[in-house]
Each structure stands twice: as structure tokens, then as C-alpha cells.
């Protein structure tokens, strides 16, 4: 019996300074990601007007300042086949312009030679559009392109380009000429694609209505070009939960929540342009309860997050990130399935390699990964393995490369790294002992909690409470229906007071707020 497809459900938890996105796959978190809303921040896929600083002709490259702090580099090689035509629309490109005369009458001309020099090309203070390819890493500044591309579900937009390829895992050569000569038609000059696997089958409304969205975008930065020469953002990529959708999204997924009703009609939108019989499955999530702690994304995130991961039956994976490495050392703990040592070692490895195919995914772990396995002798177990790690890690959407055990159990494993590796400080300082290893006695909680109350009520006049607690510190409020300590308070002080557990809280640890939610002490 063919195994049924694995169901994605997507949690995006809105606050007032980040969101946070949890893609599930049946349940179990298998990619975390955290986008600030406030601040500036480099991503890859945004697009700038960046500023020549500095050539590096021993290189054969150059620093561009794009508005960080640490300074963005560029290869000649990465200058793009026409950049000569990106030169010309910056250089030319002013308030009294017709951009798309301007744009649409710039001749492509000869492609820049392989073996060219960047200083044949580039001069120091020259302006330049160009677009991230991988975020600044520890000291290191922003890698950039100026091949520029917008990437929407189906189709890579190429300004300044004539070409359109279609991806090679789309079969059929049916398929194949109709989507070219499709896109071919509805493309005005001086622009190329990619026509992506998801394109196969999509009819020609949606895709040129998605082709008209990415060249709105890319028009939508000319005016900012003809304003003001200076560095600056010119457009950014789509949001981190629409980038998931659109490198993720097909048939399997089954619901995305939203605690955000702006988010939630963003991506509602977003849906409807890339698949519109599956907009209703977005939903914005209402409930007091925080949309992280009833998907049970919270408590995922402190058991995977640490330097100690947990694996079934007592085996361990033990992770530890360097900027030039990520080293992985599987232990089996207490795991004794048989007798036999290798087979034992063997069925450990298989659980383990499974969880680190996980965590390279969750974490965004990129570079160079070191594995030390358990050793095993058996040279078919050691194949096995090399090619069940494989199959596990051909899901990963980053470029990556597997290479067998070597004779000292070592698997190394190179990944695309194009952002710092996602790390999140599992250990938490105590919010009621504030780290000094003495607090309240419990037997005393309930007073201290019903003398806010009673402040609040008595002097401030209010009458609505929500009191945020631990689980633990929940249940024993709440303990006996009519005597508890909720009922109470109630009655006492003729308020509303309603709990609400949170699993983020350490076992004491409680909040007061009022009925909009603001809190009040």
C-alpha cells in the first residue's frame, strides 16, 4: 500500500517586534524561521542601489556599500552577463526620463567575457543595482549578484535578459514548448525567465498574472533609481511566510494559521495568485491561548533548539556550531535494542541520521558539517547508511553534498549556507529567582497573586482580568471546582478573571492583565 503524502500545516506567530514561522510536516517542526518587523535588516532576494567602495583587483572583486554596516562584496563573475545594460539604465535614468522608453530601447550588445577584470568594469563610487545572495555571517558582509532575478511560485523573472528556460524536471516535451511559447508571448523586451517545475500544468491566466505582478515590482524600483543616486533599498523580497509558501507551497498543505489578520489577508492574497482553490485553507487563529503553545510549536522548539537533542529510546545527538564548522556526535545512551553491538550501532545511526536531516533544516545549518556516528564495522551497514542519509536529505531545499563514511565513522556533509545558523538559547534565566536560585515560597503564591487583584480592583477600579501562568502554576489555581482559588477571587472581589497557561513561563512565573491585554504590572 503506497504511503499516504506527509500533511504541511503552517504557524505564523505575529508579535510586536518579529514573526516567527513553524512549518509542520505531520505535526513534527521541521523548519523554524524569525523575521524582524523593525530595525533594518539584509535578506537574501532584496534589491539595492549600492555604492562602489572599494576595488579589490587582486581578487578580481570589489566592496559595495549598501547601507550596513559591514561592507557587501561582489566577484566580476557575479556581474551578470549584461550588466552593461543595468549600468546604462542607472547612469541614464533621471526625473524628466521615460523609464520605459528608457528601458525598453537599451540594446543587451555582447555578453561580459569569462575572463574579464573588475576594474574594467566597475570604478570606485559608481552606483550599481544589485541583490543579496547570502546574508552577512559573523564578520563578514553581504555576498551580491547583479544578475538580477524576482522569483514568484512559477515563473524567475530576468530583466535585461531574452532567454526562457524551462525547468528540466518538467517531462514532458508537450508541456515544455507550450509553457515557452506561452511565456515568450506575454514577456515585453528586454526580459527573460525561468519557468519553474510548480508552472506544469497552470493555465495562462495565472501565469500571466503572475508575470505582471514581478515586472510591477521590478518597474515599481525605476522611480527610486531616477530620484535620488544614493544608496538605498530599492524593493525587498516578499515576506519570510510568503518566500515559505512560494518555495514550499503544493496540494499537501493542509491549513496556515495566522494570529495576524494583516498577515493573514497578505497571505490570503498571496494564495489566490498562486493557487486560488486553496485560499480558504488560510485561517486566522483567535484564541487566547498563544497559537505557538496549542500547536505545540513551543515546547518542539525547547527540546530541538538545544546543544543536547533527544532521540527515541535514550539515544542523543550533541551539536556544536563554529563559524567554520557544525560537528554532530550521535550517542545511543541507554539503547540497547539487541544484543549484537553492530546491529545496536546500526539502528541507532539510521534513527540519528533521520533527526540530523531534521536539524540541518530546522537550524539552516550551512557549510561544512562533521557526523560522527557510532562505528560500525560491517562495511554494507556503513553503504546503507550513506545512502539512507542521502535519500533523507534529498527533501532539503538547500544545495547540498553527501560523502560516504570514512574509515574513522566521520560523515562530512556540505550544505548551501546563505544565512547564519538559527540559534535559539534554550536555557532560561528564572524570571522569579532572576538567576540567584531562591524564590517565594509556593505556599504563598496564591497571597501574592490576590494581593495584585485586590490593588487592581480596590484602587484602580478594574473589574476584567486575564492572569498568564506556567501550566503547572494554572492547574493549581484553578484545582476544585468550586473551591478553587479562582472561584475565590471571583466571588471576593465581583471581577472576571480568566487563566491563561502559557508553556514559555517558568513554574511560578505569572503575568496580570487587563482585558485588552495590556499588561499591569
Request: a neutral charge; aromatic letters at 8%.
Amino acid at each position: 500500500m503506497e504511503s499516504e503524502k506527509p500533511t504541511k500545516d503552517l504557524i505564523v506567530d505575529v508579535t510586536s517586534t518579529e514573526v516567527h514561522i513553524a512549518l509542520m510536516e505531520n505535526h513534527r517542526l521541521i523548519e523554524f524561521n524569525t523575521e524582524s518587523v523593525q530595525g533594518k535588516h539584509f535578506t537574501v532576494g532584496d534589491v539595492y542601489l549600492g555604492r562602489v567602495k572599494k576595488l579589490l583587483p587582486n581578487l578580481n572583486a570589489a566592496f559595495v556599500d549598501i547601507g550596513d554596516k559591514k561592507e557587501a562584496f561582489i566577484h566580476y563573475l557575479d556581474l551578470g552577463l549584461y550588466f552593461d545594460a543595468f549600468d546604462r539604465f542607472v547612469r541614464e535614468s533621471n526625473a524628466n526620463t521615460n523609464l520605459e522608453d528608457l528601458y525598453s530601447g537599451i540594446k543587451l550588445g555582447a555578453v561580459l567575457p569569462k575572463e574579464g577584470r573588475i576594474e574594467s568594469v566597475l570604478k570606485q563610487g559608481q552606483m550599481v543595482v544589485v541583490q543579496i545572495v547570502k546574508e552577512p555571517i559573523s564578520t563578514k558582509g553581504s555576498r551580491l549578484t547583479a544578475e538580477i532575478s524576482l522569483a514568484g511560485r512559477n515563473i524567475v523573472l530576468l530583466p535585461f535578459t531574452e532567454k526562457v528556460s524551462v525547468s528540466q524536471k518538467i517531462g514532458s516535451k508537450e508541456e515544455k514548448k507550450r509553457l515557452e511559447t506561452l511565456v515568450k508571448s506575454i514577456l515585453p523586451k528586454n526580459y527573460g525567465a525561468i519557468i519553474r517545475t510548480a508552472a506544469e500544468g497552470k493555465n495562462a491566466a495565472v501565469l500571466v498574472a503572475e508575470t505582471k505582478s514581478l515586472i510591477d515590482k521590478w518597474q515599481g524600483s525605476w522611480k527610486k533609481i531616477a530620484k535620488d543616486k544614493k544608496t538605498q533599498l530599492l524593493f525587498t523580497e516578499y515576506s519570510k511566510t510568503t518566500t515559505v509558501l512560494r518555495d514550499l507551497f503544493n496540494d499537501s498543505f493542509s491549513n496556515i494559521y495566522i494570529n495576524d489578520e494583516k498577515i493573514c489577508d497578505e497571505t490570503r492574497k498571496y494564495i489566490s495568485l498562486i493557487s486560488p482553490d486553496q485560499e480558504k485553507i488560510v485561517q486566522l487563529y483567535t484564541d487566547r491561548k498563544p497559537i505557538f503553545d496549542h500547536f505545540e510549536v513551543t515546547r518542539q522548539i525547547k527540546s530541538s533548539f538545544g546543544k543536547v537533542v533527544p532521540m527515541k529510546q535514550g539515544a542523543y545527538l550533541v551539536i556544536e556550531t563554529t563559524e567554520a564548522l557544525n560537528v554532530i556526535d550521535v550517542n545511543s545512551g541507554i539503547r540497547t535494542k539487541t544484543n549484537d553491538q553492530e546491529d545496536n550501532a546500526f539502528e541507532v545511526n539510521k534513527i540519528a541520521a533521520e533527526e540530523i536531516a531534521r536539524q540541518l533544516r530546522l537550524r539552516d545549518m550551512g557549510g561544512i558539517v562533521i557526523v560522527d556516528f557510532i562505528d560500525m564495522d560491517n562495511n554494507d551497514h556503513k553503504n546503507a547508511l550513506f545512502k539512507y542519509m542521502q535519500e533523507l536529505m534529498e527533501s532539503d531545499r538547500a544545495r547540498h553534498n553527501v560523502l560516504p563514511l570514512t574509515k574513522f565513522g566521520l560523515m562530512q556533509i556540505t550544505r548551501q549556507r546563505i544565512r547564519p545558523v538559527t540559534e535559539i538559547n534554550t536555557a532560561e534565566t528564572c524570571p522569579v529567582c532572576h538567576g540567584t536560585g531562591k524564590i517565594t515560597s509556593s505556599v504563598v503564591i496564591d497571597e501574592e497573586i490576590e494581593r495584585k487583584l485586590s490593588f487592581y480592583v480596590t484602587e484602580k477600579g478594574i473589574r476584567s482580568f486575564i492572569l498568564k501562568t506556567s501550566p503547572i502554576l494554572g492547574a493549581y489555581l484553578k484545582r476544585g471546582f468550586f473551591n478553587s482559588f479562582v472561584s475565590k477571587w471571583k466571588k471576593k472581589y465581583r471581577c472576571k478573571l480568566e487563566i491563561v497557561e502559557t508553556t514559555d513561563f517558568s513554574v511560578l512565573q505569572n503575568e496580570l492583565y487587563n482585558e485588552k491585554e495590556e499588561k499591569l504590572d
